[in-house]
Structure formats: C-alpha cells, structure tokens
T-cell receptor
Framework: SAVISQKPSRDICQRGTSLTIQCQVD?????MFWYRQQPGQSLTLIAT?????????ESGFVIDKFPISRPNLTFSTLTVSNMSPEDSSIYLC??????????FGEGSRLTVL | AQSVAQPEDQVNVAEGNPLTVKCTYS??????LFWYVQYPNRGLQFLLK??????LVKGSYGFEAEFNKSQTSFHLKKPSALVSDSALYFC????????????FGSGTRLSIRP
C-alpha cells in the first residue's frame, strides 16, 4: 500500500485568502485524486491530477477556484482560492493501487472564518 | 452512470453481536466494490474489495462482505462486534472501465455499545 502524506493537517484561514495543500506519495503513481469531505458528508471528487497534463475537474469544480499542480509522479498540490466559510471541509489526497482500491492521506482539515 | 446507496445513517449494535452495514449499487458494467472505514479525525482506511471471484470477501479487522449480483448489494458484516469498530463506514463503487472514477456512498455511522 502507498504511504501518503498531506500538509497541513489542519488550518484556520480568513475569508478571501488562499491555501495550498501538499500531497506526497512514497511511490510513483500515474493518477492522483483530490476529494472534498464537507462536515458530516461523504466524499466528493474534485479532480484527477495527471502528471504532465492539466487536471480533470468534476462537475461543479473549476480550475480558478481549485488550481492543481502535478510536477512529478510523487507530488501534487491543491489550492483553495478566495476562500469562504462554505469551503470549510476536509480535503483528501488519494492514489489508486494497481489492484484497484484507493489509498488516502490523513486529510487536511480547513476551517474558514 | 454509477451510484451507491447506504440506506442507514446509523447502525447501533451491542458488543459481541453480529453487525451488518448495508450497501446497494448501480453500475453500467461489471462492478468493482469497496468498503472503507474512517475513524475520528483520520483519513479513510481501505477494508476490503470485490472485483471478481468468490462472492464472500474477507478483509481487515475481521470484516467481510458479500457480493450479491441479483440484489446489487455488497453488505459489510462482522460476526462479533467490538467497541473499537465504532466509526464511519463508506461503501464505494466503480465500473470496470479503466477511466472510471470511484463513487462513495453517504456513509453509515456504526456505534457499538459495551
């Protein structure tokens, strides 16, 4: 199984600011995924981050709000831009194993005041 | 389009009793099915999966799940619950196309009383 590290683990931010979340994997992976888990909710896929190409965003998520970088096969960042209280969530990085299941980081818990 | 449903928001079981957490799914092709557990302030941990083969799948921490194609279900089970099993459980599904994304159910909170 992959070991996935996310930073920061939690943060409290002011409305209108931006925060970048980092995701580091201990092995090379083709696809990395960013999920959002709003309070008391399930996981919603934000985007798929592929190395060397633009991220693929799901319906309801746009690059201007959630820009993603994927500079190499072990690292990705997700930025939450111009934050509002509605962005308060857990943001989770994940990778898919060759056997099909996803492995997740511990998540980044974001509170926007 | 694929979807997954967990009809119970919460399941309460006494320690030592068997537990079942329900999951039904809908996919256009062959299903890949997964169960994950989330403990407080933690990320999701993979429990088990069904891709092909035996309908009864065994996973981590003594959990198992039964794939039922006719009922499109993949219920999570454990013969004897522990207090430490108390957590949030997510069922997830994707179809067998390589580009398919994994969709998560709404989650079921499992509470095991001593």
């Amino acid at each position: 199984s992959a070991v996935i590290s996310q930073k920061p683990s939690r943060d409290i931010c002011q409305r209108g600011t931006s925060l970048t979340i980092q995701c580091q994997v201990d092995s090379q992976v083709t696809m990395m995924f960013w999920y959002r888990q709003q309070p008391g909710q399930s996981l919603t896929l934000i985007a798929t981050a592929n190395q060397g190409s633009e991220a693929t965003y799901e319906s309801g998520f746009v690059i201007d709000k959630f820009p993603i970088s994927r500079p190499n096969l072990t690292f990705s960042t997700l930025t939450v831009s111009n934050m509002s209280p509605e962005d308060s969530s857990i943001y989770l990085c994940s990778v898919r194993a060759n056997t099909g299941e996803l492995f997740f980081g511990e998540g980044s818990r974001l509170t926007v005041l | 389009a694929q979807s997954v449903a967990q009809p119970e928001d919460q399941v309460n079981v006494a320690e030592g009793n068997p537990l079942t957490v329900k999951c039904t799914y809908s996919v256009s092709g062959n299903p890949y099915l997964f169960w994950y557990v989330q403990y407080p302030n933690r990320g999701l941990q993979f429990l088990l999966k069904y891709i092909t083969g035996d309908n009864l799948v065994k996973g981590s921490y003594g959990f198992e799940a039964e794939f039922n194609k006719s009922q499109t279900s993949f219920h999570l089970k454990k013969p004897s619950a522990l207090v430490s099993d108390s957590a949030l459980y997510f069922c997830a599904v994707r179809d067998d196309s390589s580009a398919s994304k994994i969709i998560f159910g709404s989650g079921t909170r499992l509470s095991i009383r001593p």
